[in-house]
């Protein structure tokens, strides 16, 4: 095995951990601005983690049409959750 894959196999459980720490949290806390701030940070690792699933169907198998479409859905639901979740987090952060 190369070293991306590795690398990328750490992202992937590393940012589940993250989704699920944060996903705990978020369901604990009572305050609505704290409950924002943790759904934005669980947002964020959750799109980070689909863009390694991402970056993995592109590099680490042989290239076919259902892998690159797959692979392609995850690049832009990551993409979008990481987007929302560092605007949601900006805007919480002024907030607390």
Known sequence: MSWYHY???VLVL???AASAF???RYRTRKDPQTKG???AKMNISM????????FAQFILF?????????????LLLGLFN??????????????L
Do not use: C, H, W
């Not at 042989?62 to 995850?74: C, E, I, N, Q």
């Open 14 to 16: 590393a940012s589940l």
């Open 7 to 9: 690398i990328l196999f």
């Open 47 to 54: 799109g980070v983690m689909l863009i390694s699933i991402a």
């Open 82 to 95: 990481a987007f929302a979740g560092f605007k949601n987090y900006s805007s919480y952060k002024k907030t």
């Open 22 to 24: 944060y996903s705990i």
């Open 37 to 39: 701030f943790e759904a």
């Open 62 to 74: 042989d290239p076919s049409f259902l892998r690159g479409a797959v692979g392609a859905v995850f």
